[in-house]
């Protein structure tokens, strides 16, 4: 009988203690033991894969869907929102039944199969098909942030890295073929800026068509020469990866590194020749004549859920003030101090600021030690000199005490950190 022996080795011991360090330092900031000690998120056996949002994950979903829809105005994007459940004729068109059907929830309504939605591109083409289009309106930039549904097999769930319901980010760009490459320039620069303020590096991978595909070679070797010479042409560097491209398309997936030197595939964008034909999109071009689109899918995230997992660990949930889900705790010492501090958080939150009270009958160290514990970016202390004074006395997290100062001070340090997203 055979079996199977896994090992690794290392040809010094210095590097086999950097490893154990790693390992060390990668179960110190494992995304699912912080979040729930940070009131994040956390999973329930009632459903299995499918995340449950708590109080203060909900305040870190939402900021950086904020931060998304901020980016996406900027860069040009419509946002849209598509149904959740659609026919299965949609999905038999589209080429997923026949490719992805396995992964599918499916149901019956009115005697005909539905299917919940796996991705979001066929209701993007949809949208588009509501109306005739000019070539004047192209490159047309859908953004979606659409909540998909995927069987992911049980062996294969991961924390927030595999889940079987997560929030796409998604973009879906319909242009004519003389646009591609300018296209994904602009979308190379846009992802540029999301991961540079995150600090999160990047390479970049060119997926090549797999064996099971649609369209014709010619069309995928146009669609891979146009994603290779524009990513070459702002001066980037790709690796191929072959047979991994997408079945309707080849697709450029950028791969981010964290703070340990760990590599997540996160951003693609997609080139789809095959989707616009099938459903008979067009538009009128220069010449007075029907054409068909070409597609762009895209994402940044990847994933609401597995990007936030990722950050979760690569600032081992000490997130940027901006993102942190609590950023200020104020701590009386004495209840002689408890109503000078509720009126310093009512300043806080008419700013904008989110703030908690620590009202608690305990000592002062002890509240500072479990804020720090927390992860929450600055704590002001409150005693009978700060309260005479009318100023707050500042800790970092980090546990720096950056003394008493005017909340006006503070509240200007702390607005200018939040405003430039400060990492």
């Known amino acids: 009988m055979l079996t199977r022996i896994n090992g690794i080795a290392f040809r010094t011991q210095q590097e086999l203690e950097e490893y154990e360090k790693l390992l060390e330092e990668a179960k110190r900031r494992d995304h699912r033991v912080l979040g729930r000690e940070l009131g994040l998120f956390t999973f329930r056996d009632e459903a299995p894969g499918f995340p449950f949002y708590l109080p203060n994950g909900m305040v870190l979903q939402n900021t950086l869907i904020n931060y998304w829809r901020e980016v996406h105005k900027k860069w040009d994007y419509l946002e849209i929102s598509t149904p959740q459940i659609m026919k299965r004729t949609l999905w038999e068109t589209s080429g997923h039944w026949d490719h992805y059907k396995d992964n599918m929830y499916t149901t019956v309504i009115d005697d005909e199969d539905f299917a919940i939605k796996p991705m979001n591109c066929p209701g993007s083409i949809l949208v588009y098909d509501t109306e005739p289009h000019s070539y004047k309106e192209l490159p047309l930039r859908y953004g979606e942030l659409g909540r998909v549904h995927r069987h992911e097999l049980s062996g294969a769930l991961h924390g ?30 846009l992802f540029d800026e999301v991961y540079g303020l995150f600090g999160l590096p990047y390479t970049i991978e060119l997926s090549t068509m797999p064996e099971d595909h649609i369209g014709s070679r010619e069309d995928w070797e146009k669609a891979e020469n146009a994603l290779a010479d524009a990513i070459t042409s702002i001066g980037k560097e790709y690796i191929v990866n072959p047979g991994d491209g997408a ?3 080849p697709k450029l997936d950028f791969h981010i590194q964290d703070s340990l030197g760990r590599t997540w595939q996160c951003g693609t964008i997609q080139l789809d020749y095959q989707l616009p034909g099938r459903f008979d999109l067009e538009y009128t071009g220069a010449d007075g004549e029907k054409h068909c689109p070409v597609m762009i899918h895209r994402v940044v995230f990847g994933s609401v859920e597995r ?7 690569h600032f081992a949930g000490a997130f940027p003030t901006w993102l942190a889900p609590v950023q200020v705790k104020v701590m009386p010492i004495t209840d002689r101090t408890a109503e000078y501090s509720k009126e310093i958080k009512a300043k806080l939150e008419a700013a904008g600021i989110r703030t908690e009270l620590d009202l608690r009958n305990e000592k002062i160290g002890y509240k500072i030690r479990e804020a720090q514990m927390k992860k929450i970016p600055y704590m002001l202390v409150i005693g009978d000199k700060e309260a005479e004074a009318g100023t707050v006395a500042v800790r970092t997290r980090t546990g720096v005490d950056l003394g008493a100062m005017p909340l006006a001070e503070f509240l200007a340090k702390i607005g200018e950190e939040i405003g430039k997203k400060t990492v």
């Not at 890295?161 to 003389?178: E, G, N, P, W, Y």
């Open 160 to 189: 927030m890295f595999r889940v079987r319901c997560f929030t796409q980010d998604d973009a879906h760009i319909l242009l004519a073929k003389d646009q591609i490459k300018d296209e994904v320039i602009r979308i190379a620069k």
């Open 247 to 249: 079945f309707y398309g």
């Open 307 to 313: 990007f936030i997992g990722i950050i979760t660990e």
